[in-house]
Structure formats: structure tokens, C-alpha cells
């Protein structure tokens, strides 16, 4: 018996054009969870679809408890006990739970599909997983937190010795990421070794004992998680020391710029009010589900308002669609940026421009030079690493792509400037740099509001914070009162609350 | 400036041989030249000058609802109830004229019908933006078609030819010059200008790329939906009003099947029904092929069922090239 149940030597993966991994090693012990780190574009995705089968590496070995393995295709990596979960769920919606978890390996006799038996079996998985839904579900109509279950339930199935998950806690919130933990755990109480790709720190100091980096395709190191710090880490995955992840000017902070009063959308959100100084980054917190995305969409005129009122710079203003609200000098940075920020078939200057170019051009028509100018201008001042302004959007990480947005946010005449979540699924390399800009902007005299669900980045960041919590704001606290603890009874005000009663 | 890190972003796009000639519509010109010379010499007046341009009027009253099709594939919607439209304007141009209404004002009521009709597709869709255009349109196709049958029934309204500048819209020429398309000529060119040099064309392609980032852009997507179909509308009404001149007559069941033809000349064009794809070059490459086949087919007395085989094999044949070849090149790699 080896040492290792899943060993990789000297791997090497090549796409037309570039070398997705570089003589790569892994090792996986029994009975772990090891995590795997990397900014975007390290290799990780690649990695994990050689050791799944899905991709061939050119070179290099594989182990499977010391033996020597070569996978044909996805259905040798199930078979060897080999399962991956990956972030976004690729489930069949319209189908049930049970027939999410059989797909592929349903329990037959006489080629006739047991259902009351599958139905049982996947009930007692969900049961073991502490799972509040049925295998009768539709899959379709589950959170992401329940279908990763789901996903997980079908691992179970089908036997994994070794589960890999593909940034699971991306799209959770606190509570369900916390569930996530304890079911990690108890897959590997139950014998299973778990690989464990995540961005979050947090995600590796809770559950992991080792972590192994990549970056730029190569295998940088493992290491103890016990014997690592922050500092460590960002080094190994950055390849440079991050001085100041939060680098956050002192800015004199200005007249009130955005004033919302008693705004209501009946369902998402009641009676929000706070304001936004001039040179000021406005925080707002919460929960996930706490309506603070809905706000701002309401601000920014994506969605309509029942009641109250907005000012800027004192006078009452209407925004009823995104045209009005970047006329009168607000943008957004929307939350999910591949669908909402950019048009990832297009050319990264197109996409800088679009929203200016009846500004930019005369008359309505386009003015090509003068934009070709304004997207380098801009590309270049978020420093993109795009090599020419005709880059489709798509081939860029999720780093460079956020600062195209941005990019396209500083192409208007603004005044206010939203950002929904800025570095979400943002590396830390790139994520540093999206801080600095924000403070340049701030500096330069923006009102600045940014939407985070993450502590840190907030309370490095912000001047003052309000945090929802189900669609009220529950409280305001100023930068130096702030803790993470105080943000968060106001984050959970209303739920403890509710249980009190 | 440059970047912080000293880099600079290069915004010049260099001219490559290779991508010019790998357009899509050097594959239109090709089968262009090819159709040509296959009518050449199918008939030997073909090639005179006069007889190029006569040919031309058989197709060219279809064309014009191509345009505006052309605007709504790039949205990534679609229209198939411009037939309908067609038909509905012409009957109420007769059914007018019958009436002792002036010719001039006729037409007039026929471009307004198209508009309206238009403006109703546009209304529903973009006041119930949930729904599928394909749906939507396919119902009032029915319903366009079902009131000119009730004004109609099985009759024919005519005597249209009567008047001379009317039927000249068709039968005309200015030098040699056909008056439709010299009509055909100038709609074409506005509606290029207007795709692919204005804020206005730039936002088309942005919706059917991605409409909600459109939205986010602060792009007003509905009203650009809104006068799209409408435009789709008066230009499927502007067919009628040629299809009128060169009959001299209407019925209830004239332009069945327009819709389809311009959706096959617009896809054929390079215009993707996924939206966001296609340029106007190609869309009128893409018409004279079709037409000018057609006309060829119609030389040697085809009879028009197998025409419709024929046109229907190279649409598939045409569109499917690019996919052949780009398979061809994955399964070189693998080997």
C-alpha cells in the first residue's frame, strides 16, 4: 500500500498556444483535505479535469494507490472512484434529485429502472447529509447550497474514494458554507480524501491540513496549513509580496454627494436610507438575500421603486432606467459581470466604450479613431493585461475582466460609483489592484459605495459601513467603531430576533 | 501613458490578408460569380447590361423586408408575420382604391397599415418581454392573414394598373435603370449607414450579444425592440406597395412565404439568428444570389416547386461551411 492514494508526476497539459500546466506534481494522502490554491488561470481547472479524466496530459505519470493509472475518459476516473463537484452545478434542472444522483449509473433489473429503490437510497443520502429537501425535488427548483448537495449525494453513490470540489463556497453564503465544512468533514471521516479548490482563505484554515500551489501553470509547493501564514501564501500564489492589500488613502471627505430616503420595493426592500459623501467609500453589508443588490439596482434604475426618494447634490432626482441614472452621473459595477458588465464576444474597447459612445461620437454616429483612443486610454489606466484593445472580453481571467468594467464605469461622467461585489471570484493579485484603484477614484473625489459580503474587505477598505439585513438597514457603523463581530449582529439582527420570539 | 506597469495597449488594428480573405463574404461572392456565369450561359441576352438590370425586378420586392429582418436577427429576435403584413397592406391599398380613395393616399393608408401591424408585434413583445417573438409573431401572422381574408374572401381587387406613376413604381425605368431598384439601391445604403456607422446600429449588435448588458450600459432595449419591429412593419408594407404596382391586383393569399425568404436571404447573408452577427455587405451579396438564381432557374422553366429544393439545399449547404471547416480543422489536430 502507498503512502498516497492519488500521486501525479511531472504533468504537462498543452492547449494550442499556451502550456496549461508545466510538469506539475500532487500528492494526496488518505483521508485528507487538501487544499488547492492558485489565482485564476494557475492551472488549477486544468489540473483537476486531467486527474478526472476529462483532458489527456501530454506528459507525466498518474498513481492511483501506487499503481499506475491512464484515464481514457471521465468514465475511468468514476469507475477508479473519482468525483469532482465543480462551482457551477452541472445538473439537469428539469429532472429529480434521485435522477440527478443515478444519472448515468441507475439501478436496473432486467433493464426496467428501479425507482422506489433509488428514491429510498437517495433519500437516506440527503438524510446523511442533513439535507432539508427530498430526493422528489426538482433540481432545478433547489439553491446552489442544496444542488451542491446534490452533487455530493451523487459522489456518495458512487462510492468516491476521492472527491474533488471546484470552489464550492463561491456562491454560498456564511451559514452554507458552514454546512458545506461539516459535510466535508464527515466525507472524510468516512475514509474519503477530499481535494479542495477555493479563493477564500478562510475556506483553507477551516478544513484543510496541507495546501499545495500552483501558479502560471507551475507547482510551487505544499505545505502544512499549520505552519503557514497569510503572508506566505499570498507570496507563493502571487509570486511577489502584496505590501498592502488594503491600500486605502486618507481622503479629505467632502459634501454629501447621493442621499436615499425611505426607499421601497415591496418584497425586496423597505425604508432604506443612508447617504454618500464626496472622496467617501460607503460600505454596504449584509447577508446574502439581505436585498442590498436589489438597492443598488434600484438606485441605478435596472429596477423601479414603490416609494421614497433620492438626491444628488441636494436636488430630488427620478432614475427610471440605467439611461437616466449614468445621465445624471451614477454607475454600476453589476454584480455578475459576465452577464451584465460585459459582451464577452466583443473586443475589450468596444466594451470599454459602449455605454459613451453617442458621447464620444457626433451627431450619432460612431467615431471609431476617437474611441479606439478612449479604450486604450482607459484599458491602460486600469492596466489591463490585454496586449491590443480588440482582445475579445472572454479571454481575459476574471481579474482583467473586472477591470474592464471598470474601465467602462470611468469611460462616463460620473459621480457616484456603485460597485456590486468587485471581487468576486477575483484573484488576489488582481483583487490588490482593484483596491488601489478604488482608492485613486475616492481620491479623485468619487462617492463611492461598494457592495461585499467579505469582512476583511470591507473593514479595510470602507469609511463607514451600513449593513442590511432582509431588506432594512439595521445599522451604520463608522470605520474605526467597526469590527467584524458588531457588523455582523447588525448583518443578523432581524433572524436572532425572530428566533428570540 | 502607459500602463503602471510601463506597458502599452496597442489600439491599431493591423490589416491581415489572411482574416480579409477568410470572410465570410468571399464565399458569397464566389457563389455570386458562380450563379452568374451559370445564367450566362443558360441564356445568351443574359450578360447584356439591360438584361442584368431587368432580372433584378423578378426578386427585388421581396429585398426590402430583408433590410429590416436583417436589424431584427441582429437583436437575436425574429418576425414571421412580415408575409402577413405584406399581404394585410396591399388589400387595404386596393380595398381603398376601390373605395375612390387617390392613389397617392392609398399608398399612403398601405405604408400605414404596415406600421401598425409592425407597431403591434413590437407593443406585445415589448410589453410582455417574456415572450418568444417567434410566438408572438406567429400569432399575429395568423391573425394579419385572417383580416384580409375577411376583407377579401376568395376576390381579387384590381384595376391598380390603371393608374400610370403607380405601376411605373415596378414597370419603370429611369434610363435603364429599374425605379425599384434604384429604390432597392438607396434603402440598402441607409440601412448599411445606419448599422454600421451610428450609436444606433452599435447598440443593435450590443442587445443581441448580450441584452442585459446591454441594459446595464444604459442602452434602452425595449424602445430600440419597439422601432425595430415597427420599421419591419412600413418596410414589409413598402414590399406591398411594389408587389401591388407589378400585379396590379391583390388577394388575400399574395406574399405567403415572404417572411421565410428574408429570413433565409438575411441568414444566408451572415446574419445569425443568436443575434449580434452579420453586415449589410453580405446581406445584399446574399440576396442577389438568391434572386439572381432564381431568375436562372426560371431561364431553363424549373418549375418552381423544384426552385424552392434547390434554394432550400444551398441555404443549408451555405450556412453549414463554415461548421464543416472548423471540424475538419479539430479533427486534423486530434490526428
Avoid at chain 1, 438606485?299 to 447634490?313: F, Q, T
Avoid at chain 1, 450619432?364 to 479606439?372: M, Q, S, Y
Avoid at chain 2, 391598380?160 to 429611369?174: A, C, E, I, N
Amino acid at each position: 500500500m502507498s503512502e498516497y492514494v492519488l500521486e501525479l508526476k511531472g504533468i504537462t497539459k498543452i492547449f494550442p498556444g499556451v502550456k496549461a500546466l508545466d510538469r506539475v506534481s500532487f500528492q494526496l494522502k488518505p483521508g485528507e483535505i487538501h487544499a488547492l490554491m492558485g489565482e485564476n488561470g494557475a492551472g488549477k481547472s486544468t489540473f483537476i479535469k486531467v486527474i478526472t479524466g476529462v483532458h489527456k496530459a501530454e506528459e507525466g505519470e498518474m498513481y492511483l494507490d501506487g499503481k499506475k493509472v491512464d484515464f481514457k475518459g471521465p468514465k475511468d476516473a468514476q469507475k477508479a472512484g473519482i468525483a469532482a463537484i465543480y462551482q457551477h452545478v452541472t445538473a439537469y434542472p428539469h429532472l429529480s434529485v434521485t435522477e440527478n444522483i443515478f444519472m448515468g449509473h441507475e439501478i436496473k433489473k432486467r433493464g426496467i429502472l428501479q425507482w422506489k429503490e433509488m428514491h429510498a437510497l437517495a433519500d437516506s443520502y440527503l438524510e446523511e447529509l442533513n439535507a432539508d429537501f427530498k430526493s422528489t425535488a426538482e433540481m432545478g427548483a433547489l439553491s446552489v447550497a442544496q444542488q451542491q448537495m446534490v452533487e455530493i449525494a451523487k459522489a456518495i453513490s458512487m462510492k468516491a474514494r476521492i472527491i474533488i470540489m471546484d470552489e464550492p463556497t463561491a456562491a454560498l453564503t456564511k451559514n452554507e458554507s458552514e454546512q458545506l465544512y461539516k459535510i466535508t468533514e464527515k466525507l472524510r471521516d468516512g475514509g474519503a480524501s477530499v481535494i479542495f479548490i477555493s479563493h477564500r482563505f478562510e475556506d483553507m484554515y477551516r478544513l484543510a491540513t496541507r495546501v499545495t500551489v500552483f501558479r502560471d501553470s507551475q507547482y510551487i509547493g505544499s505545505y502544512d496549513v499549520d505552519g503557514i501564514t497569510n503572508a506566505d501564501l499570498i507570496r507563493a500564489m502571487v509570486g511577489r509580496e502584496i505590501s498592502d492589500m488594503y491600500p486605502k488613502p486618507e481622503v479629505k471627505i467632502g459634501e454629501e454627494v447621493l442621499r436615499v430616503e425611505k426607499l421601497t420595493r415591496t418584497g425586496y426592500f423597505k425604508d432604506v436610507s443612508f447617504s454618500v459623501r464626496k472622496g467617501e467609500i460607503l460600505g454596504l453589508t449584509g447577508l446574502v438575500g439581505a436585498g442590498r443588490t436589489e438597492t443598488v439596482q434600484t438606485i441605478y434604475g435596472v429596477e423601479h421603486y414603490d416609494s421614497g426618494k433620492m438626491y444628488l447634490n441636494g436636488e430630488e432626482i427620478t432614475v427610471k432606467n440605467p439611461a437616466d441614472a449614468l445621465r445624471q452621473g451614477i454607475g454600476l459595477l453589476p454584480e455578475d459581470r459576465q452577464h451584465q458588465g460585459l459582451i464577452l464576444d466583443w473586443g475589450i474597447g468596444r466594451n470599454i466604450t459602449l455605454t459613451e459612445i453617442a458621447s464620444i461620437g457626433k451627431n450619432g454616429l460612431t467615431d471609431d479613431k476617437a474611441e479606439r483612443e478612449k479604450a486604450k486610454e482607459l484599458a491602460e489606466r486600469v492596466d489591463t493585461k490585454a496586449v491590443t484593445i480588440f482582445d475579445k472580453a472572454s479571454s481575459l481571467s476574471g481579474g482583467n475582466q473586472q477591470k474592464i468594467v471598470v474601465a467602462k464605469i470611468l469611460a462616463s461622467n460620473l459621480k457616484v460609483i456603485i460597485l456590486d461585489e468587485p471581487t468576486k471570484g477575483v484573484d488576489v493579485g488582481a483583487k490588490a489592484e482593484i483596491y488601489e484603484i478604488m482608492g485613486e477614484l475616492a481620491q479623485q473625489g468619487y462617492a463611492i459605495i461598494m457592495i461585499s459580503s467579505e469582512m476583511p474587505e470591507i473593514l479595510g477598505m470602507v469609511d463607514r459601513i451600513v449593513v442590511m439585513c432582509e431588506g432594512k438597514v439595521t445599522g451604520e457603523l463608522q470605520r474605526e467603531e467597526a469590527e467584524q463581530e458588531s457588523i455582523l449582529k447588525f448583518a443578523m439582527a432581524r433572524s436572532s430576533k425572530a428566533a428570540k420570539n | 501613458m502607459a500602463t503602471k506597469s510601463g506597458r502599452t495597449i496597442i489600439a491599431e488594428q493591423k490589416f491581415s490578408w489572411k482574416i480579409f480573405f477568410l470572410k465570410w463574404e468571399w464565399l458569397l461572392v464566389i457563389l455570386f460569380i458562380g450563379i452568374n456565369l451559370m445564367n450566362a450561359n443558360l441564356s445568351q441576352y443574359y450578360l447584356s447590361g439591360e438584361g442584368l438590370l431587368n432580372a433584378t425586378n423578378s426578386f427585388l420586392e421581396k429585398a426590402f423586408v430583408a433590410l429590416p429582418m436583417a436589424y431584427i436577427l441582429v437583436l437575436g429576435d425574429i418576425d414571421i408575420s412580415v408575409g402577413s403584413t405584406a399581404c394585410l397592406s396591399a388589400v387595404m391599398l386596393a380595398y381603398c382604391y376601390n373605395l375612390g380613395v387617390p392613389m397617392g393616399a392609398c399608398v399612403l393608408i398601405c405604408l400605414l397599415t404596415g406600421t401598425i401591424c409592425g407597431a403591434v408585434n413590437g407593443l406585445i413583445l415589448t410589453r410582455f418581454t417574456e415572450l418568444a417573438p417567434m410566438i408572438v409573431t406567429l400569432g399575429t401572422q395568423i391573425l394579419f392573414r385572417g383580416i384580409a381574408e375577411a376583407m377579401l374572401g376568395d376576390e381579387a381587387r384590381g384595376g391598380l394598373s390603371t393608374v400610370k406613376w403607380f405601376s411605373d413604381l415596378y414597370w419603370g425605368k429611369l434610363g435603364i435603370v429599374p425605379i425599384m431598384l434604384l429604390c432597392f439601391i438607396i434603402c440598402a445604403a441607409v440601412f448599411a449607414f445606419v448599422l454600421h456607422k451610428t450609436c444606433f446600429g452599435r447598440r443593435l449588435y450590443a442587445i443581441g450579444a448580450n441584452k442585459l448588458a446591454a441594459e446595464y450600459a444604459g442602452i434602452k432595449v425595449q424602445q430600440i425592440r419597439m422601432i425595430v419591429f415597427t420599421l419591419t412593419g412600413t418596410f414589409a408594407a413598402v414590399t406591398a406597395v411594389f408587389l401591388a404596382a407589378r400585379m396590379g391586383s391583390t388577394r388575400a393569399d399574395i406574399a405567403t412565404g415572404y417572411e421565410m425568404e428574408a429570413i433565409a436571404m438575411a441568414v444566408l447573408g451572415g446574419f445569425s439568428t443568436d443575434g449580434g452577427k452579420g453586415n449589410f455587405p453580405g446581406l445584399v451579396l446574399a440576396i442577389f444570389i438568391v434572386g439572381m438564381l432564381r431568375y436562372g432557374l426560371g431561364l431553363i422553366n424549373i418549375p418552381s416547386q423544384l426552385m424552392l429544393v434547390v434554394i432550400g439545399a444551398l441555404l443549408i449547404v451555405t450556412v453549414m461551411l463554415p461548421n464543416i471547416r472548423s471540424m475538419v480543422k479539430i479533427q486534423k489536430k486530434a490526428a
